[in-house]
């Protein structure tokens, strides 16, 4: 009865943990009040590229340049 109380609880906690995803920031953007952040998406071994963008709040923005990483939890 332990050890399955034990499994429970060890699934609910990996599957609650949240995951970081970190970018490096290959140009940014903004204004009208928006602010963005555009990446680039290759998997490694993949040769299609896909380009990503993501809103960010104006503070985000003025803390980071091209060629940064930035990580969203």
Same mark, same amino acid.
């Given at each position: 009865?332990?050890?399955?109380?034990?499994?429970?609880?060890?699934?609910? !906690? =990996?599957?609650c943990e949240?995951? #970081?995803?970190?970018? &490096?920031?290959?140009?940014?953007?903004? +204004?009208?009040?928006?602010? !963005? =952040?555009?990446?680039?998406?290759? #998997?490694?071994?993949? &040769?299609?590229?896909?380009?990503?963008? +993501?809103?960010?709040?104006?503070?985000?923005?003025?803390?980071?340049?091209?060629?940064?990483?930035?990580?969203i939890d």
């Amino acid at each position: 009865m332990k050890k399955t109380v034990l499994l429970i609880i060890t699934i609910i !906690y =990996f599957n609650c943990e949240k995951e #970081i995803d970190c970018i &490096t920031i290959q140009d940014k953007y903004g +204004g009208n009040g928006t602010f !963005y =952040f555009e990446w680039d998406r290759t #998997i490694s071994g993949n &040769t299609d590229r896909r380009i990503g963008t +993501g809103s960010v709040s104006e503070e985000v923005y003025n803390q980071y340049e091209v060629g940064d990483t930035y990580c969203i939890d």
